[in-house]
C-alpha cells in the first residue's frame, strides 16, 4: 500500500527517515512529504496557506498507484483531514500520531507567535514538560538544527470541510503524550477540541508513550504502530 508520511510543524519529510524502515519492510511504498514553504529555512513561505498544503496531501493521493493510507504528525493533522475531506474514497485509513483531527472553520495553532511573516521553532521553555519527554539534549540540537520557519496560514487558518464521507474513513490514532483512555474520556465528555474526532465512525487508539516527536524518540516502534494500522486497513 502507498503510505503518505505529513510531518508536523517546522519539519520536511526527511524527519520520518528513522521511522521508514519498518514501513518498507512490510512492504509499503513510501512518500515522506516536505509542504510547501518547508523546503529550506531560505523559502519564499510568505503567501503559503493551509489550503496549500491541503493541496499538497491531495496531490499525493492523486499520485498513489490504488489505495493509500495517510500518516499526519501534530500540524500535519489539518492537511491530512483536509484531503480526507476531499479524497474520501482513495483514504482507507488515516493515522494521527499524538493529534487528533479537527473540525471545519478549526485552526491548527493561533497562538504560535508569528515573527516576520513565518512561525520560529520556539525556545524550548515555550513547551510543556510532557512535550519534550524523551527528547534529550541532542535530540533537541538534531531538532533545532534542521528545524525549517513555519508558514503562517498551516497554523493560523481555518480548516475547510465539506463532505460528510469523511467520517467513514477509519482512522487511528497513535496516544503519546497523553494516554488514550484520557482522549476517550475528552470524547465521551463533549471537549471541543475533540469533537470531530468523535464524529468518525471507527476509531482505534494505539498507546506509544514519549513525548510529542516519537519519530525522534521512539522511531522504530513508531514506525512498528504505523505498519500495523496500515495493515488493519
Request: glycine share 10%; hydrophobic share 45%.
Amino acid at each position: 500500500m502507498d503510505i503518505v508520511l505529513v510531518p508536523g510543524f517546522w519539519l520536511d519529510g526527511a524527519s520520518w527517515d528513522a521511522v521508514t524502515p519498518a514501513l518498507t519492510a512490510a512492504g509499503h511504498r513510501v512518500n515522506a512529504l516536505t509542504l510547501p514553504g518547508l523546503e529550506s529555512v531560505d523559502a519564499d513561505r510568505s503567501e503559503v496557506s493551509l489550503a496549500d498544503h491541503v493541496a499538497a496531501v491531495v496531490a499525493a493521493v492523486d499520485a498513489a498507484d490504488g489505495p493509500v493510507a495517510l500518516v499526519a504528525h501534530s500540524g500535519g493533522a489539518a492537511p491530512v483531514h483536509g484531503a480526507v475531506d476531499a479524497r474520501p474514497k482513495a483514504v482507507v485509513r488515516a493515522v494521527y500520531v499524538d493529534c487528533v483531527p479537527i473540525g471545519h472553520g478549526a485552526a491548527v495553532n493561533r497562538d504560535l507567535p508569528v515573527v516576520g511573516g513565518e512561525i520560529p521553532l520556539p525556545a524550548w521553555s515555550a513547551f510543556d514538560e510532557p512535550d519534550l519527554v524523551g527528547l534529550d539534549e541532542g535530540l533537541r540540537a538534531e531538532f533545532r538544527a534542521r528545524a525549517v520557519p513555519e508558514p503562517r496560514g498551516p497554523a493560523y487558518d481555518a480548516l475547510e470541510l465539506g463532505d460528510v464521507r469523511r467520517y467513514d474513513v477509519p482512522i487511528t490514532v497513535i496516544a503519546c503524550e497523553f494516554g488514550s483512555a484520557l482522549i476517550r474520556e475528552w470524547v465521551e465528555s463533549g471537549q471541543p477540541f475533540v469533537s470531530e474526532l468523535g464524529r468518525i465512525h471507527r476509531r482505534t487508539f494505539v498507546d506509544l508513550p514519549t513525548g510529542h516527536w516519537p519519530q525522534f524518540t521512539r522511531p522504530d516502534d513508531l514506525g512498528a504502530a504505523i505498519a500495523a494500522a496500515v495493515d488493519s486497513a
